[in-house]
């Protein structure tokens, strides 16, 4: 299993931006897809964004479309997720994952390795 861990969240102002990135260990991080999930307190963790190994396939969920973009570096092993006109709504803790499967999907059981999360708290 490839080894996640992701940075680059905290407080911010509704309106704001924010980038996160994962970092991935392990030399099979290219064969991989990628996605990002969020999980708010008392509810479900739901997908937000996913990419191709080849960063080719995206999809964003229909409540980030058009303000999070997903994007990778394979040379660098890293996935980031940039963040624009944050909503108190995008809240949560956001985790990165790794998939086996050739074209990505927005199941979380598809997904066999997970970073450990980092917090996204939007203020309005």
């Known amino acids: 299993q490839v080894q996640l861990v992701e940075s680059g969240g905290g407080l911010v102002q509704a309106g704001d931006s924010l980038r996160l990135s994962c970092a991935a260990s392990?030399?099979?991080?290219?064969?991989?897809?990628m996605g990002w999930f969020r999980q708010a307190p008392g509810k479900e963790r739901e997908f937000v964004a996913t990419?191709?190994?080849?960063?080719?396939?995206?999809r964003h969920a229909d409540s980030v479309k058009g303000r999070f973009t997903i994007s990778r570096d394979n040379a660098k092993n890293t996935v980031y997720l940039q963040m624009n006109s944050l909503k108190p709504e995008d809240t949560a803790v956001y985790y990165c994952?790794?998939?086996?499967?050739?074209?990505?999907?927005?199941?979380?059981?598809?997904?066999?390795?997970w970073g450990q999360g980092t917090q996204v708290t939007v203020s309005s």
């Open positions: 392990g030399s099979t991080f290219s064969r991989l897809a």
């Open positions: 994952a790794a998939s086996r499967r050739v074209v990505p999907t927005t199941t979380p059981s598809d997904y066999d390795s």
């Open positions: 990419i191709s190994w080849s960063g080719g396939i995206t």
